[in-house]
Protein backbone atom coordinates (compact mmCIF):
# COMPACT_ATOMS: atom_id res chain seq x y z
CA UNK A 1 0.00 0.00 0.00
CA UNK A 2 2.85 2.36 0.96
CA UNK A 3 4.57 1.86 -2.51
CA UNK A 4 0.97 2.85 -4.23
CA UNK A 5 0.72 5.69 -2.48
CA UNK A 6 4.50 6.95 -3.14
CA UNK A 7 3.00 5.97 -6.87
CA UNK A 8 0.31 7.84 -6.06
CA UNK A 9 1.94 11.13 -5.41
CA UNK A 10 4.84 11.00 -8.10
CA UNK A 11 1.76 11.24 -10.68
CA UNK A 12 0.56 14.02 -9.04
CA UNK A 13 3.43 15.95 -9.45
CA UNK A 14 3.91 14.47 -13.11
CA UNK A 15 0.49 16.07 -13.87
CA UNK A 16 1.40 19.59 -12.01
CA UNK A 17 4.37 19.65 -14.16
CA UNK A 18 2.70 18.66 -17.34
CA UNK A 19 -0.12 21.24 -16.81
CA UNK A 20 2.56 24.44 -15.88
CA UNK A 21 4.80 22.72 -19.08
CA UNK A 22 1.52 23.32 -21.47
CA UNK A 23 0.77 26.72 -20.00
CA UNK A 24 4.82 27.70 -20.65
CA UNK A 25 4.77 26.68 -23.92
CA UNK A 26 1.57 28.12 -24.90
CA UNK A 27 2.76 31.48 -23.81
CA UNK A 28 5.61 31.73 -25.28
CA UNK A 29 4.02 30.33 -28.64
CA UNK A 30 0.85 32.66 -28.60
CA UNK A 31 4.14 35.60 -27.63
CA UNK A 32 5.93 34.72 -30.95
CA UNK A 33 2.73 34.62 -32.75
CA UNK A 34 0.98 37.97 -31.58
CA UNK A 35 5.25 39.02 -32.17
CA UNK A 36 4.74 37.73 -36.36
CA UNK A 37 1.77 39.67 -36.69
CA UNK A 38 1.98 43.39 -35.95
CA UNK A 39 5.82 43.46 -37.34
CA UNK A 40 4.68 41.60 -40.55
CA UNK A 41 1.82 44.44 -40.80
CA UNK A 42 4.14 47.58 -40.22
CA UNK A 43 7.27 46.34 -42.22
CA UNK A 44 4.34 46.08 -45.15
CA UNK A 45 3.00 49.87 -44.10
CA UNK A 46 7.09 51.03 -44.00
CA UNK A 47 7.97 49.76 -47.85
CA UNK A 48 4.41 51.03 -48.99
CA UNK A 49 4.59 54.74 -47.47
CA UNK A 50 8.51 54.58 -48.93
CA UNK A 51 7.34 54.30 -52.74
CA UNK A 52 3.84 56.23 -52.45
CA UNK A 53 3.56 58.46 -49.52
CA UNK A 54 1.24 58.34 -46.36
CA UNK A 55 -1.47 59.17 -48.63
CA UNK A 56 -2.08 56.28 -50.06
CA UNK A 57 -2.43 54.16 -47.16
CA UNK A 58 -5.75 52.57 -45.94
CA UNK A 59 -5.46 51.74 -42.17
CA UNK A 60 -8.64 49.99 -42.19
CA UNK A 61 -6.73 46.94 -44.29
CA UNK A 62 -4.60 46.02 -41.38
CA UNK A 63 -5.75 44.35 -38.40
CA UNK A 64 -2.65 44.95 -36.02
CA UNK A 65 -2.73 49.00 -37.08
CA UNK A 66 -4.47 50.77 -35.07
CA UNK A 67 -3.19 54.97 -36.17
CA UNK A 68 -0.03 55.56 -37.93
CA UNK A 69 1.02 59.21 -36.79
CA UNK A 70 4.40 61.02 -38.98
CA UNK A 71 6.04 63.64 -36.50
CA UNK A 72 6.00 67.01 -37.76
CA UNK A 73 7.76 70.10 -36.91
CA UNK A 74 5.08 71.88 -34.60
CA UNK A 75 4.52 68.30 -32.89
CA UNK A 76 5.08 67.65 -29.09
CA UNK A 77 8.00 65.84 -29.63
CA UNK A 78 7.76 64.25 -26.14
CA UNK A 79 4.06 63.45 -26.81
CA UNK A 80 5.26 62.04 -30.30
CA UNK A 81 8.20 59.24 -28.44
CA UNK A 82 6.23 58.73 -25.33
CA UNK A 83 2.81 58.36 -26.66
CA UNK A 84 -0.45 57.42 -24.83
CA UNK A 85 -1.45 54.25 -23.33
CA UNK A 86 -1.07 51.79 -26.26
CA UNK A 87 1.59 49.69 -27.74
CA UNK A 88 4.04 51.34 -30.65
CA UNK A 89 6.55 51.01 -32.90
CA UNK A 90 9.02 54.27 -34.14
CA UNK A 91 10.42 54.02 -37.42
CA UNK A 92 12.26 56.68 -39.84
CA UNK A 93 11.12 56.11 -43.29
CA UNK A 94 12.93 58.54 -45.88
CA UNK A 95 14.23 60.94 -43.13
CA UNK A 96 10.76 61.11 -41.32
CA UNK A 97 9.97 59.49 -38.32
CA UNK A 98 6.29 57.67 -38.41
CA UNK A 99 4.87 56.03 -34.81
CA UNK A 100 2.65 52.77 -35.64
CA UNK A 101 0.43 52.12 -33.13
CA UNK A 102 -0.93 48.81 -32.73
CA UNK A 103 -2.65 46.04 -30.78
CA UNK A 104 -2.70 42.22 -30.43
CA UNK A 105 -5.51 41.13 -32.41
CA UNK A 106 -5.23 37.63 -31.12
CA UNK A 107 -5.30 37.88 -27.34
CA UNK A 108 -8.56 37.17 -26.49
CA UNK A 109 -8.45 33.94 -29.46
CA UNK A 110 -5.19 32.78 -27.42
CA UNK A 111 -6.85 33.16 -24.01
CA UNK A 112 -9.79 31.14 -25.14
CA UNK A 113 -7.40 28.05 -26.47
CA UNK A 114 -5.23 28.40 -23.43
CA UNK A 115 -8.32 28.07 -21.38
CA UNK A 116 -9.60 24.98 -23.36
CA UNK A 117 -6.25 23.33 -23.70
CA UNK A 118 -5.97 24.23 -19.30
CA UNK A 119 -9.52 22.66 -19.23
CA UNK A 120 -9.38 19.30 -21.40
CA UNK A 121 -5.76 19.03 -19.48
CA UNK A 122 -7.20 19.02 -15.86
CA UNK A 123 -9.95 17.01 -16.78
CA UNK A 124 -7.57 14.21 -17.73
CA UNK A 125 -5.71 14.64 -14.87
CA UNK A 126 -8.98 14.44 -12.99
CA UNK A 127 -9.54 10.95 -14.70
CA UNK A 128 -6.26 9.62 -14.15
CA UNK A 129 -6.45 10.36 -10.40
CA UNK A 130 -10.00 8.91 -10.25
CA UNK A 131 -8.79 5.65 -11.80
CA UNK A 132 -5.98 5.51 -9.34
CA UNK A 133 -8.11 6.10 -6.60
CA UNK A 134 -10.19 3.41 -7.56
CA UNK A 135 -7.87 1.40 -8.28
CA UNK A 136 -6.76 1.79 -4.74
CA UNK A 137 -10.27 1.26 -3.47
CA UNK A 138 -11.48 -2.03 -5.89
CA UNK A 139 -8.03 -3.58 -6.35
CA UNK A 140 -4.97 -2.69 -3.86
CA UNK A 141 -7.12 -2.85 -0.53
CA UNK A 142 -9.28 -6.11 -1.26
CA UNK A 143 -5.54 -7.56 -2.24
CA UNK A 144 -4.19 -6.47 0.51
CA UNK A 145 -6.65 -7.94 3.13
CA UNK A 146 -6.51 -11.57 1.15
CA UNK A 147 -2.49 -11.26 0.25
CA UNK A 148 -1.63 -13.74 3.40
CA UNK A 149 -4.75 -16.25 3.28
CA UNK A 150 -2.53 -18.61 1.03
CA UNK A 151 0.14 -18.46 3.28
CA UNK A 152 -2.07 -18.94 6.77
CA UNK A 153 -3.34 -21.28 4.76
CA UNK A 154 -0.02 -23.55 4.05
CA UNK A 155 0.85 -23.16 7.74
CA UNK A 156 -2.61 -24.89 8.68
CA UNK A 157 -4.39 -22.15 9.50
CA UNK A 158 -8.15 -23.04 8.71
CA UNK A 159 -10.42 -20.92 10.92
CA UNK A 160 -10.40 -17.47 9.85
CA UNK A 161 -12.76 -16.65 7.22
CA UNK A 162 -12.96 -14.05 4.29
CA UNK A 163 -15.04 -11.27 4.44
CA UNK A 164 -17.77 -11.33 1.47
CA UNK A 165 -16.45 -9.25 -1.46
CA UNK A 166 -18.47 -7.77 -3.98
CA UNK A 167 -15.66 -6.66 -5.97
CA UNK A 168 -15.79 -8.10 -9.71
CA UNK A 169 -12.03 -8.22 -9.64
CA UNK A 170 -11.78 -10.48 -6.48
CA UNK A 171 -15.35 -11.49 -5.58
CA UNK A 172 -15.12 -14.56 -7.21
CA UNK A 173 -11.41 -14.95 -6.42
CA UNK A 174 -12.26 -14.68 -2.45
CA UNK A 175 -15.10 -17.09 -2.58
CA UNK A 176 -12.94 -19.49 -4.42
CA UNK A 177 -10.25 -19.06 -1.47
CA UNK A 178 -12.95 -19.28 1.49
CA UNK A 179 -14.47 -22.85 -0.48
CA UNK A 180 -10.72 -24.21 -0.79
CA UNK A 181 -10.09 -23.21 3.18
CA UNK A 182 -13.75 -24.35 3.85
CA UNK A 183 -13.08 -28.14 1.87
CA UNK A 184 -9.51 -27.84 3.82
CA UNK A 185 -10.92 -27.53 6.95
CA UNK A 186 -13.65 -30.16 6.29
CA UNK A 187 -10.96 -32.56 5.06
CA UNK A 188 -8.89 -31.88 7.98
CA UNK A 189 -12.07 -32.29 10.22
CA UNK A 190 -12.40 -36.05 8.42
CA UNK A 191 -9.12 -36.80 8.81
CA UNK A 192 -9.14 -36.08 12.14
CA UNK A 193 -12.18 -38.32 13.14
CA UNK A 194 -10.65 -41.02 11.11
CA UNK A 195 -7.45 -41.28 13.00
CA UNK A 196 -9.48 -41.07 16.17
CA UNK A 197 -12.10 -43.72 15.25
CA UNK A 198 -8.65 -46.11 13.94
CA UNK A 199 -7.08 -45.78 17.49
CA UNK A 200 -10.47 -46.10 19.33
CA UNK A 201 -10.44 -49.44 17.37
CA UNK A 202 -7.18 -50.33 17.06
CA UNK A 203 -6.99 -49.67 21.47
CA UNK A 204 -10.72 -51.57 22.04
CA UNK A 205 -9.71 -54.66 19.51
CA UNK A 206 -6.23 -54.97 21.76
CA UNK A 207 -8.17 -55.04 24.79
CA UNK A 208 -10.41 -57.66 23.18
CA UNK A 209 -7.76 -59.68 22.21
CA UNK A 210 -6.03 -60.02 25.23
CA UNK A 211 -8.65 -62.54 26.74
CA UNK A 212 -7.68 -65.05 23.85
CA UNK A 213 -4.55 -64.71 23.85
CA UNK A 214 -4.37 -65.72 27.72
CA UNK A 215 -6.51 -68.56 27.32
CA UNK A 216 -3.43 -69.57 24.90
CA UNK A 217 -0.86 -68.72 27.27
CA UNK A 218 -3.16 -70.43 30.02
CA UNK A 219 -3.83 -73.86 28.06
CA UNK A 220 -0.44 -74.12 25.98
CA UNK A 221 1.73 -74.07 29.68
CA UNK A 222 -0.56 -76.50 31.17
CA UNK A 223 -0.19 -78.78 28.15
CA UNK A 224 3.69 -78.39 28.59
CA UNK A 225 3.13 -79.32 32.19
CA UNK A 226 1.21 -82.63 31.21
CA UNK A 227 -1.79 -81.50 33.93
CA UNK A 228 -3.94 -83.24 31.69
CA UNK A 229 -3.91 -87.18 31.91
CA UNK A 230 -7.05 -87.80 29.20
CA UNK A 231 -6.19 -87.98 25.43
CA UNK A 232 -9.75 -86.70 25.14
CA UNK A 233 -8.89 -83.90 27.45
CA UNK A 234 -5.82 -82.97 25.40
CA UNK A 235 -8.04 -82.66 22.41
CA UNK A 236 -10.47 -80.83 24.19
CA UNK A 237 -7.74 -77.88 25.35
CA UNK A 238 -6.15 -77.81 21.64
CA UNK A 239 -9.88 -77.53 20.51
CA UNK A 240 -10.12 -74.13 22.70
CA UNK A 241 -6.74 -73.10 21.37
CA UNK A 242 -8.18 -73.15 18.05
CA UNK A 243 -10.81 -71.25 19.09
CA UNK A 244 -9.17 -68.81 21.19
CA UNK A 245 -6.42 -68.39 17.65
CA UNK A 246 -9.65 -67.91 15.36
CA UNK A 247 -10.90 -65.30 17.63
CA UNK A 248 -7.14 -63.20 17.30
CA UNK A 249 -7.29 -63.78 13.36
CA UNK A 250 -11.00 -62.54 13.30
CA UNK A 251 -9.59 -59.09 15.63
CA UNK A 252 -6.38 -59.43 12.74
CA UNK A 253 -8.92 -58.75 9.98
CA UNK A 254 -11.01 -56.03 11.45
CA UNK A 255 -8.18 -54.19 11.79
CA UNK A 256 -6.81 -54.74 8.26
CA UNK A 257 -10.12 -54.11 7.20
CA UNK A 258 -9.96 -50.56 8.99
CA UNK A 259 -6.61 -50.03 7.67
CA UNK A 260 -7.84 -50.67 3.96
CA UNK A 261 -11.22 -49.72 3.98
CA UNK A 262 -11.50 -46.53 1.78
CA UNK A 263 -9.06 -44.34 4.22
CA UNK A 264 -8.94 -41.91 1.73
CA UNK A 265 -13.19 -41.09 1.83
CA UNK A 266 -13.67 -40.09 -2.00
CA UNK A 267 -17.17 -37.95 -3.02
CA UNK A 268 -17.95 -38.26 -6.04
CA UNK A 269 -21.08 -36.19 -7.22
CA UNK A 270 -22.18 -38.19 -10.53
CA UNK A 271 -24.28 -35.72 -13.10
CA UNK A 272 -23.69 -34.86 -16.40
CA UNK A 273 -21.07 -32.81 -18.18
CA UNK A 274 -19.72 -32.54 -22.09
CA UNK A 275 -16.41 -34.26 -23.38
CA UNK A 276 -15.75 -30.97 -25.04
CA UNK A 277 -15.71 -29.26 -21.72
CA UNK A 278 -13.75 -31.58 -20.00
CA UNK A 279 -11.48 -31.89 -22.97
CA UNK A 280 -10.91 -28.14 -23.02
CA UNK A 281 -10.32 -27.52 -19.77
CA UNK A 282 -7.42 -30.70 -19.48
CA UNK A 283 -5.97 -28.86 -22.68
CA UNK A 284 -6.13 -25.08 -20.84
CA UNK A 285 -4.11 -27.45 -17.95
CA UNK A 286 -1.37 -28.68 -19.96
CA UNK A 287 -0.77 -27.08 -23.62
CA UNK A 288 1.52 -24.46 -22.28
CA UNK A 289 2.85 -26.20 -19.35
CA UNK A 290 3.95 -29.31 -21.88
CA UNK A 291 5.16 -27.20 -24.26
CA UNK A 292 7.48 -25.06 -21.70
CA UNK A 293 8.94 -28.76 -20.81
CA UNK A 294 9.49 -29.48 -24.50
CA UNK A 295 6.77 -32.50 -24.75
CA UNK A 296 4.93 -32.82 -27.94
CA UNK A 297 1.54 -33.06 -27.30
CA UNK A 298 -1.77 -33.59 -28.89
CA UNK A 299 -5.14 -34.39 -28.50
CA UNK A 300 -6.95 -36.28 -31.50
CA UNK A 301 -9.97 -35.42 -32.97
CA UNK A 302 -13.03 -36.71 -31.26
CA UNK A 303 -16.94 -36.05 -31.46
CA UNK A 304 -18.79 -34.11 -28.51
CA UNK A 305 -21.02 -35.97 -26.40
CA UNK A 306 -22.85 -35.91 -22.78
CA UNK A 307 -20.86 -38.20 -20.13
CA UNK A 308 -21.93 -39.33 -17.20
CA UNK A 309 -19.88 -38.47 -14.09
CA UNK A 310 -18.32 -35.56 -11.47
CA UNK A 311 -16.21 -33.69 -14.01
CA UNK A 312 -14.27 -32.44 -11.83
CA UNK A 313 -13.12 -36.06 -10.57
CA UNK A 314 -12.39 -36.89 -14.22
CA UNK A 315 -10.48 -34.08 -14.75
CA UNK A 316 -8.30 -35.32 -11.13
CA UNK A 317 -8.22 -38.64 -13.14
CA UNK A 318 -6.72 -37.15 -15.93
CA UNK A 319 -4.46 -35.12 -14.22
CA UNK A 320 -3.13 -38.22 -12.48
CA UNK A 321 -2.86 -39.92 -16.02
CA UNK A 322 -0.62 -37.27 -17.04
CA UNK A 323 1.65 -36.40 -14.10
CA UNK A 324 2.41 -39.64 -14.00
CA UNK A 325 2.97 -39.10 -17.63
CA UNK A 326 5.11 -36.31 -17.13
CA UNK A 327 7.35 -37.85 -14.74
CA UNK A 328 7.74 -42.08 -15.76
CA UNK A 329 8.22 -41.09 -19.46
CA UNK A 330 10.79 -40.20 -21.55
CA UNK A 331 9.55 -36.77 -22.42
CA UNK A 332 9.16 -36.96 -25.84
CA UNK A 333 5.62 -37.09 -26.17
CA UNK A 334 2.40 -37.36 -24.98
CA UNK A 335 -1.00 -37.85 -26.59
CA UNK A 336 -4.76 -38.31 -26.03
CA UNK A 337 -7.15 -40.55 -28.05
CA UNK A 338 -10.57 -40.67 -27.66
CA UNK A 339 -12.71 -43.61 -29.23
CA UNK A 340 -15.78 -45.06 -29.12
CA UNK A 341 -16.65 -48.70 -27.87
CA UNK A 342 -20.69 -49.23 -27.31
CA UNK A 343 -21.92 -46.64 -24.78
CA UNK A 344 -18.70 -45.33 -23.38
CA UNK A 345 -16.33 -43.57 -24.83
CA UNK A 346 -12.43 -44.27 -23.88
CA UNK A 347 -10.28 -41.61 -23.15
CA UNK A 348 -6.21 -43.39 -23.40
CA UNK A 349 -3.33 -40.90 -22.68
CA UNK A 350 -0.29 -42.56 -23.83
CA UNK A 351 3.33 -41.43 -23.45
CA UNK A 352 6.61 -42.64 -25.16
CA UNK A 353 8.94 -44.47 -23.00
CA UNK A 354 7.09 -47.01 -20.87
CA UNK A 355 9.57 -49.16 -18.99
CA UNK A 356 7.25 -51.51 -17.26
CA UNK A 357 7.22 -55.13 -17.79
CA UNK A 358 3.91 -56.69 -18.34
CA UNK A 359 4.03 -58.35 -15.30
CA UNK A 360 4.08 -55.20 -13.20
CA UNK A 361 1.06 -53.46 -15.00
CA UNK A 362 -1.82 -55.59 -13.10
CA UNK A 363 -0.15 -54.18 -9.74
CA UNK A 364 0.00 -50.65 -10.85
CA UNK A 365 -3.62 -49.58 -9.46
CA UNK A 366 -2.86 -50.99 -6.17
CA UNK A 367 -2.51 -49.02 -3.02
CA UNK A 368 1.03 -47.75 -2.36
CA UNK A 369 2.63 -49.74 -5.01
CA UNK A 370 5.29 -47.84 -7.06
CA UNK A 371 6.57 -49.82 -10.15
CA UNK A 372 10.39 -50.83 -11.07
CA UNK A 373 10.66 -47.50 -12.98
CA UNK A 374 10.49 -44.99 -10.37
CA UNK A 375 14.02 -44.19 -10.94
CA UNK A 376 14.40 -41.90 -7.83
CA UNK A 377 10.66 -40.09 -8.61
CA UNK A 378 8.85 -39.14 -5.12
CA UNK A 379 5.40 -40.64 -4.89
CA UNK A 380 3.21 -42.72 -2.36
CA UNK A 381 1.97 -45.10 -5.19
CA UNK A 382 -1.86 -43.25 -4.62
CA UNK A 383 -2.07 -41.36 -7.75
CA UNK A 384 -3.58 -44.29 -10.19
CA UNK A 385 -5.35 -46.30 -7.28
CA UNK A 386 -7.05 -43.08 -6.50
CA UNK A 387 -7.88 -42.60 -10.16
CA UNK A 388 -9.84 -46.71 -10.19
CA UNK A 389 -11.51 -45.53 -7.20
CA UNK A 390 -13.04 -42.20 -8.58
CA UNK A 391 -13.70 -44.30 -12.20
CA UNK A 392 -15.33 -47.08 -10.25
CA UNK A 393 -17.42 -44.61 -8.48
CA UNK A 394 -18.55 -42.67 -11.70
CA UNK A 395 -19.79 -46.38 -12.73
CA UNK A 396 -16.36 -46.23 -15.39
CA UNK A 397 -13.22 -48.12 -15.22
CA UNK A 398 -9.71 -47.82 -16.00
CA UNK A 399 -7.07 -49.75 -17.09
CA UNK A 400 -3.60 -50.19 -18.47
CA UNK A 401 -1.63 -51.58 -21.81
CA UNK A 402 2.08 -51.52 -23.03
CA UNK A 403 1.71 -51.18 -26.32
CA UNK A 404 5.43 -50.95 -28.50
CA UNK A 405 6.86 -49.20 -25.62
CA UNK A 406 3.93 -46.75 -25.19
CA UNK A 407 2.29 -46.29 -22.13
CA UNK A 408 -1.25 -46.36 -22.38
CA UNK A 409 -3.98 -45.98 -19.36
CA UNK A 410 -7.57 -45.86 -20.60
CA UNK A 411 -10.57 -44.16 -18.80
CA UNK A 412 -13.10 -45.73 -20.19
CA UNK A 413 -16.19 -43.27 -19.04
CA UNK A 414 -20.26 -43.84 -19.60
CA UNK A 415 -22.50 -41.53 -22.18
CA UNK A 416 -25.51 -40.71 -21.59
Given at each position: ?226 LYDSEEKRIEIAEKIGKSADEIEDFVSQIIKASSEDFLKLEVNNSEFYLKELMQKINSYYSEKLSFMNIDYKIEKYGNCLIKGDINRAI ?101
Amino acid sequence: MKSFNRLFAKIIILLTVIIIGINVYLSSMFHNESGRGYRVEINRLQKEIEINGIESIDIDKFSCITKITMMKKDMDQKLFFEGDLSDYVIKNINGVYYRFDYQIQLYNEHRNIRLVVNISTVVMAFVVLILLVYMRAKLIKPFQRIKEVPFELSKGNLTAGLKENKSHFFGRFVWGLDLLREHLEEEKGKELTLQKEKKTLVLSISHDIKTPLSAIKLYSKALIRNLYDSEEKRIEIAEKIGKSADEIEDFVSQIIKASSEDFLKLEVNNSEFYLKELMQKINSYYSEKLSFMNIDYKIEKYGNCLIKGDINRAIEVLQNIIENAIKYGDGRYIRIMISREEDCRLITVANSGCSLSENELPFIFESFWRGSNVKGNSGNGLGLYICRQLMMKMDGDIYAENVNSEMRITAVMRMI
